[in-house]
């Protein structure tokens, strides 16, 4: 694996880590009043275009970190659909 694609797994990582305390903040509380609907739903959107861009330039980080990011913000959004 070349720097470059490790510097990028390395970005993508944190920045995916970083939606972790949320994530565990809603589950635990059930609250999520707090969070617009509307972030949540285009941040989600933008993640999942950027996996589709990620595998059509091929990049690993991209698609690996945005999946992780996806995932976890669908999380939330699921949360706040479900505790409104």
Same mark, same amino acid.
């Not at 070349?2 to 939606?19: F, H, P, R, S, V």
């Not at 617009?36 to 980080?61: C, D, K, T």
């Given at each position: 694996? $070349?720097?470059?694609?490790? !510097? ?11 939606? #972790?305390?949320?994530? #565990? /903040? %809603? =589950?635990?509380? /059930?609250?999520?009043? $707090?969070?617009?609907?509307? =972030?949540?739903?285009? &941040?989600?959107?933008?993640? &999942?275009?950027? #996996? %589709?861009?990620?595998?059509? #330039?091929?990049?690993?980080?991209? !698609? ?12 939330? &959004?699921?949360? /706040?659909? /479900?505790?409104?």
């Amino acid at each position: 694996m $070349d720097t470059i694609t490790i !510097i990028g797994l390395i970005a993508g990582a944190l920045t995916t880590i970083a939606y #972790i305390p949320q994530a #565990i /903040k %809603v =589950w635990k509380t /059930k609250e999520t009043h $707090d969070l617009s609907i509307v =972030w949540l739903i285009i &941040l989600a959107v933008g993640e &999942l275009i950027w #996996i %589709v861009y990620g595998a059509l #330039i091929n990049s690993l980080p991209v !698609i690996a970190t945005n999946i992780g990011s996806a995932f976890l913000a669908l999380f939330i &959004l699921a949360y /706040k659909a /479900k505790y409104k």
